[in-house]
Antibody, heavy 119, light 106 residues
Framework: EVQLLESGGGLVQPGGSLRLSCAGS????????MIWVRQAPGKGLECVSF????????NYADSVKGRFTISRDSAKNTLYLQMNNLRAEDTAVYYC????????????WGLGTMVTVSS | SYELTQPPSVSVSPGQTAIITCSGD??????TSWYQQRPGQSPTLVIY???ERPSGIPERFSGSNSGHTATLTISGTQAMDEADYYC?????????FGTGTKVTVL
C-alpha cells in the first residue's frame, strides 16, 4: 500500500524553526517528485514547495522563498521541509504528496501535520 | 501568476447532477486534475488528465476541459459526495490549485 506519513508539526513562536518530515512507503520514492502543500484553517490548498525525483530541481512559493528549504533522502525514503523564521501566516496543516512528474497529478497524499505559529 | 477560479459553493439534491467549473487562462491546454476533500480528511485525487479516473473512483465522477474552463461532473450525487473540491493544473512553474468549491448535498 502506498503511504505518506508526515511528522514534525507543532506549536512554535514567531521567528522560530521547525523541520517537517514525510516518510514514504509502498512505492519507488526515487522515481517521484515530492510536494509540500499547506492549508490554512478554513482556507484552500497552496503548493509550498516541490522537489524533483532526482533532487536537482526545487521550487518555492513566493510566500516562503528564502525561509523554507525542501530536501529529500532517497536512501531513507524521506522528504523534509526545513522552516525558518516562521510567521503567523504559516499556520496551517502541511500535507506531503507525490507526483510522477511535472504535469502529472498529486496521486497520493499524507494525513498532514499541523503547524501553529503563535506567541 | 497563474490563477484558477471556482465557484465557492454548489448545492445539489441527492440523485441529481452536480457541475463544478474551474476557469483559467487557456486551461484547456493544460492537463487538469480534481481533488475531493471531505471534512477533516486529506485531499483525494478523483480526476486526472482532464477525464481519467483513478482506480477506485466511482464512475459517477467525470471531467472535461476545453477553452478556458475545466468541469467536474458528479452524476447521481450521493450524500458521501458532500465535500470540498479543488481543481489543479501546472502554471507559473508550479502546481496551482483552484479556489475550491464546497458541494452540499441537500
Amino acid at each position: 500500500e502506498v503511504q505518506l506519513l508526515e511528522s514534525g508539526g507543532g506549536l512554535v513562536q514567531p521567528g522560530g524553526s521547525l523541520r517537517l518530515s514525510c516518510a514514504g512507503s509502498g512505492f519507488s520514492f526515487s522515481n517521484n517528485a515530492m510536494i509540500w502543500v499547506r492549508q490554512a484553517p478554513g482556507k484552500g490548498l497552496e503548493c509550498v514547495s516541490f522537489i524533483s525525483s532526482s533532487g536537482d530541481n526545487t521550487n518555492y512559493a513566493d510566500s516562503v522563498k528564502g525561509r523554507f528549504t525542501i530536501s529529500r533522502d532517497s536512501a531513507k525514503n524521506t522528504l523534509y521541509l526545513q522552516m525558518n523564521n516562521l510567521r503567523a501566516e504559516d499556520t496551517a496543516v502541511y500535507y506531503c504528496s507525490k507526483s510522477r512528474g511535472t504535469f502529472e497529478p498529486l496521486d497520493t497524499w499524507g494525513l498532514g501535520t499541523m503547524v501553529t505559529v503563535s506567541s | 501568476s497563474y490563477e484558477l477560479t471556482q465557484p465557492p459553493s454548489v448545492s445539489v439534491s441527492p440523485g441529481q447532477t452536480a457541475i463544478i467549473t474551474c476557469s483559467g487562462d487557456k486551461l484547456g491546454n493544460k492537463p487538469t486534475s480534481w481533488y475531493q476533500q471531505r471534512p477533516g480528511q486529506s485531499p483525494t485525487l478523483v480526476i486526472y488528465r482532464d477525464i481519467e479516473r483513478p482506480s477506485g473512483i466511482p464512475e459517477r465522477f467525470s471531467g472535461s476541459n476545453s477553452g478556458h474552463t475545466a468541469t467536474l461532473t458528479i452524476s447521481g450525487t450521493q450524500a458521501m459526495d458532500e465535500a470540498d473540491y479543488y481543481c489543479q493544473a501546472w502554471g507559473s512553474n508550479s502546481y496551482v490549485f483552484g479556489t475550491g468549491t464546497k458541494v452540499t448535498v441537500l
